[in-house]
């Protein structure tokens, strides 16, 4: 059986690495890798709650509020009253964002993309299910 103290670890570096690499590209864009979460969230969901997108990543709705105010103002977010409940208040994506979010996606396979060409496209393919069934697992956990 593989190490998991190993496997937790290397999962972990390999996603900082990523956001290392990644962190040049944000903030070209005038956005924060916190920023980016909420963006991508946002972008991902549609209409959201701000309530309900607090919970889903895990931060409190103050902290949230913070950085929803700087993404409206920047023109990348857009907020509105819940019609279905007055106290609610809904975010979707702004003018901006769909733009911007593809511009970041681009740069991100752009600059991550020879770290993963070392790899040959059989263990690349293999990694890809491994990772979905990983994933899955954590879903499956969730929902307990």
């Not at 190490?3 to 996603?15: A, N, Y």
């Not at 003018?95 to 993309?113: C, F, G, S, T, Y």
Request: glycine share 8%; proline share 5%; net charge negative.
């Amino acid at each position: 059986m593989a190490d998991i103290g190993r496997l937790l670890e290397l999962v972990e570096l390999v996603g900082r690495r990523m956001r290392r690499q990644l962190q040049p590209v944000v903030e070209a864009e005038g956005i924060s890798v916190p920023e980016l979460f909420v963006l991508r969230k946002v972008y991902g969901l549609g209409k959201c709650r701000v309530t309900e997108l607090a919970e889903d990543i895990g931060i409190v709705p103050s902290t949230l509020t913070g950085i929803t105010e700087r993404l409206v103002t920047k023109g990348f977010l857009r907020r509105e009253a819940d019609p279905e409940d007055r106290r609610a208040i809904l975010l979707e994506a702004g003018e901006k964002l769909p733009e911007v979010m593809e511009r970041i996606r681009r740069a991100r396979e752009d600059r991550l993309e020879g770290a993963f060409k070392l790899l040959p496209p059989k263990e690349l393919d293999r990694l890809v299910v491994d990772l979905e069934q990983l994933l899955h697992g954590f879903e499956q956990e969730d929902e307990r």
